[in-house]
């Protein structure tokens, strides 16, 4: 396997080239890009979580000065029909899920549409729902498989019989609330129809992806859908695939024929339209020898899933592969109910799983009277243990140590809730992370000479506040042997060669082979045929790795966590996260350092502070806002050390990089939790934690 030797660019800590224009506002994104005569669209969504629409009066809105349309299913455009029920929308009476959208309001500005849509009367015949997630629930399933295409079980060796034996055992449930995806930029979309064309500014995680699920409801080919998004406020999955609001905003334009139409969901209309986290219940079961060698692990989950539109989260797929032990089994359950959409949400299933091992880990040291980090190495496989294949690169114990190392672990008092300072319990902790290497097929780019020298590369890329604008840059830069300033990268566009979406933290692998092959390819031809032409181009494509299915790849981590408790009142606080990464090739340290601290920010909000609270009575999560929906804001962060070791891997692909976009979030919770209680002895294993659960 060929590696790149050129390092003039990659490795560098390049500012991101767009930072100038967003701290100036000038960066555009879906809502803000400048079209002719805009209409705005305001959806209409249902208030049962069951039933059918009876009869739609529009009159009182369509009387209001300055409304073009009301749509509704009674006279919304007919898609072709789908394999995706989310998009499907306005296409009977029934109502799935709390929130639904049953049509849309366009008119002249926002205010009017809003102001109209509480004008149309909707009759509804409700039908019994079910939102109860409940552990004890006798309707459970077994989902054929789980995401993305993992079995939905496993089972190694003789679980029972290992726990039945072993000297120590553990066997706990850890339950993890539905939490939301909440991108700073809700989902927006500018929709213009031109004859048979359709354009689409909108804000998502891959316009290539759109672009395929969009046009087919239409009945247009692929190139008749244009879908652009230079810049995008961030996602966590939630913009991945399309859902209903990007259906609407296209019907909608439809309807006004020739004027583009506008729709921003608010953050309400966020919590129930476009996917959010399930909510889990895991029993952990665990049984090692006297010197803490596991002889058994069991992971048996239960998870929601919607009746609608079936989504079987993977939680209990880290449990495959972090540790060795020789009976090994892992179960995915779920219960269907009437709620909305799910989605992905960073690190779909790693998250939640994690911490449910990670804390049971934490546990079972304490239990075997072993340190967690010796507890953690003495565990760790030689081989996959899923696969018995060989790992790529696995540097989980240098992480720990080298974390330990930093963190003064060796110094840790390893009695829980004796170290006191001013009123306040303190207590540190640690736990691991991972995330698969995954690859979406599919990516391209154009890479070609440009007048004066340059280089122009053209892949349908995203960047969702990631970096990628720079770091494919400085890829680029260095497979041609061109500097930074002489490559100009287009992405975002789905005029581009196709691209797989920024997703499963596939983005810089796939699109960075694709980018790799296409220079590799021109610089031959140029090298070959002499002086450099202008217009002379290659397409490079993905071609994945030649070592799939020999070796098993994943990166991994250690998050180490400080956390303060207040003794009278349970207060809750985090003043120090560290967290050690091993992911392969880091391209842009800069761009690298802010996902993971990105993601421990997000962990950190998943330990203490958000979860979406349904009431089965209604079908919705009830605290649908920012006031009531806690995520953690700056005041609630303290210190936050990311630092990468050094890793080399030849086989995840020819670049040598893992993902980093998810692998941050994985373990934090749980580092906190270990940390809760080794500050106050009290185990939280119900997130997210707070006061009321530490008193
Ligand atoms: Mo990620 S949850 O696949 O954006």
């Not at 649908?624 to 962060?637: G, L, P, Q, R, S």
Request: aromatic fraction near 6%.
């Amino acid at each position: 396997m060929t590696t790149t030797t050129l390092t003039r660019s990659v490795g560098q800590a390049i500012s991101r080239v767009e930072g100038g224009e967003k701290v100036r506002g000038q960066a555009r994104y879906a809502f803000e890009q400048p079209v002719h005569r805009p209409a705005y669209l305001f959806p209409l969504q249902a208030p049962i979580a069951a039933g059918r629409v009876t009869s739609v009066d529009a009159s009182a809105a369509l009387a209001e000065e300055g409304v073009l349309t009301v749509f509704t299913h009674e006279n919304a455009p007919e898609l072709a029909p789908g394999d995706d029920p989310e998009l499907a929308i306005l296409q009977s009476d029934r109502i799935a899920f709390r929130g639904q959208f049953v049509g849309g309001i366009i008119a002249e500005t926002l205010e009017t549409a809003r102001h109209a849509a509480s004008l149309v009367r909707i009759q509804y015949q409700p039908e019994p729902h079910d939102a109860d997630f409940r552990v004890d629930r006798d309707d459970l399933y077994a989902p054929d498989h789980i995401n993305p295409s993992f079995a939905t079980d496993t089972d190694e060796g003789d679980v029972e019989a290992a726990l039945a034996s072993a000297a120590v055992t553990l066997d706990e449930t850890y339950t993890t609330p539905p939490e939301i995806n909440n991108p700073l930029e809700p989902h927006a979309t500018i929709a213009v129809w031109y004859e048979d064309e359709l354009t689409l500014y909108d804000a998502t995680q891959g316009v290539t992806m759109i672009q395929h699920a969009v046009a087919p409801l239409f009945g247009l080919a692929p190139e008749q859908v244009h879908v652009i998004a230079p810049h995008v406020g961030g996602g966590f999955g939630a913009k991945v695939t399309p859902h209903g609001n990007v259906v609407l905003a296209a019907m909608a334009a439809k309807l006004v024929a020739s004027r583009p139409v506008k729709l921003a969901l608010t953050r309400h209309q966020m919590f129930s339209v476009v996917g959010s986290r399930t909510a889990t219940a895991q029993r952990i079961r665990l049984g090692a020898d006297t010197e803490g060698g596991l002889a058994a692990i069991s992971h048996d989950v239960i998870e929601e899933s919607p009746r609608f539109k079936e989504f079987a989260e993977q939680t209990a797929v880290c449990t495959r592969t972090m540790y060795a032990a020789p009976s090994r089994r892992t179960t995915h359950r779920l219960v269907a109910l009437d709620i909305p959409p799910l989605t992905f949400m960073r690190a779909p299933g790693e998250a939640p799983g994690m911490f449910a091992l990670e804390s049971a880990m934490d546990e079972m040291a304490i239990a075997c009277d072993l340190d967690p980090v010796e507890f953690r190495i003495r565990n760790e496989p030689e081989l996959d243990p899923e696969t018995g294949l060989p790992y790529s690169s696995r540097s989980l114990v240098s992480c720990l140590l080298e974390g330990a190392r930093r963190f003064d672990w060796a110094h840790r008092e390893p009695t829980p809730g004796v170290r006191r300072q001013n009123g306040w319990l303190v207590g540190t902790g640690v736990a691991a992370s991972t995330y698969p290497v995954f690859r979406i097929p599919g990516s391209s780019a154009r890479v070609a000479v440009a007048p004066n020298g340059r280089y122009v590369v053209q892949i349908a890329a995203m960047d969702i506040g990631t970096g990628t604008w720079t770091a494919l840059r400085q890829l680029a830069a260095d497979e041609l042997g061109a500097p930074f300033e002489e490559v100009e990268l287009q992405i975002g566009d789905s005029a581009l060669p196709g691209a797989a979406p920024a997703g499963g933290s596939v983005g810089l692998g796939c699109w960075g082979t694709a980018i790799h092959n296409g220079a590799r390819e021109l610089r031959e031809r140029l090298e070959t045929g002499g002086v450099p032409e202008e217009g002379l181009e290659a397409i490079g494509t993905d071609t994945g790795t030649p070592y799939e299915g020999e070796y098993a790849m994943h990166s991994f981590g250690a998050q180490f966590a400080e956390v303060w408790v207040r003794e009278d009142s349970g207060e809750i606080r985090v003043p120090r996260l560290l967290g050690i990464f091993a992911a392969g090739r880091i391209i842009n340290p800069t761009t690298a350092r802010s996902q993971l601290l990105g993601g421990m920010t997000m962990g950190l909000s998943m330990a203490l502070h958000e979860a979406g609270f349904v009431d089965p009575r209604f079908g919705h999560v009830v605290n649908h806002d920012f006031a009531t929906y806690h995520i953690a804001t700056n005041a609630d962060v303290g210190t936050i050390e990311v630092d990468f070791l050094h890793e080399d891997d030849p086989y995840v692909n020819p670049l040598g990089t893992k993902g980093i976009g998810e692998l941050g979030i994985v373990g934090t919770a749980a580092a906190i939790a270990n940390a809760a209680h080794h500050a106050t002895g009290i185990r939280v294993r119900d997130l997210p934690i707070t006061l009321d659960k530490l008193l």
